[in-house]
């Protein structure tokens, strides 16, 4: 994995949870959805217990899931992927070019990626969250985007001690 950076560039260090290549979808389907107006965190813990590999919060609300997907092996093991579809209003694929994606089901929507950029290969239905659970889940967002930001710029502050 390259993790040399240009001028002012910020890089997030792998946790470890992913491999290069679903690191490298990952990547790709971010710069996407940035590219598209949306706002997104990885691996956010949902109240389901359930961990979002990608959430998205669009400029209107809306949310958006998706699952990175690194091999085939990976989507056969992962029978969780529909429990998603009651905390987004649309839920995503995410693979890179190699994936077979005949086998990921058509009620999902398809993002195709690398480490560089990704394209939407099949728009996800639309299945509108109710209000109440709409809140909860963009609550749960923007805490855990703001305390990863203090994360990064205070890590002392932000882990609720100061000298």
């Known amino acids: 994995m390259n993790l040399a950076l240009r001028p002012g560039q910020l890089s997030v ?16 389907a971010r710069r996407l959805l940035a590219g598209l107006g949306y706002a997104s965190v990885t691996e956010l813990t949902l ?3 359930r961990r979002a590999d990608i959430i998205a919060l669009g400029p209107d ?5 998706v699952e990175v997907k690194s091999s085939l092996a990976d989507f056969r093991a992962d029978g969780k992927w529909p429990e998603y579809r009651d905390l987004c209003d649309r839920f995503f694929f995410a693979v890179s070019g ?16 690398d480490g560089y950029g990704a394209a939407m290969v099949r728009e996800a239905p639309e299945h509108r969250m109710a209000g109440a659970r709409r809140k909860a889940v963009t609550l749960r967002f ?7 930001h203090h994360m990064l710029v205070d890590p002392a502050g932000a882990a609720g001690w100061m000298d």
């Open 142 to 148: 923007a805490h855990a985007a703001a305390n990863r």
């Open 98 to 113: 190699t994936f077979p994606c005949r086998v990921l089901p058509d009620e999902a929507g398809l993002i195709v990626a």
């Open 13 to 28: 260090p792998p946790d470890g949870r992913q491999s290069d290549a679903a690191l490298a979808v990952c990547t790709g």
């Open 47 to 49: 109240a389901s217990g």
């Open 61 to 65: 609300g809306c949310v958006w899931i």
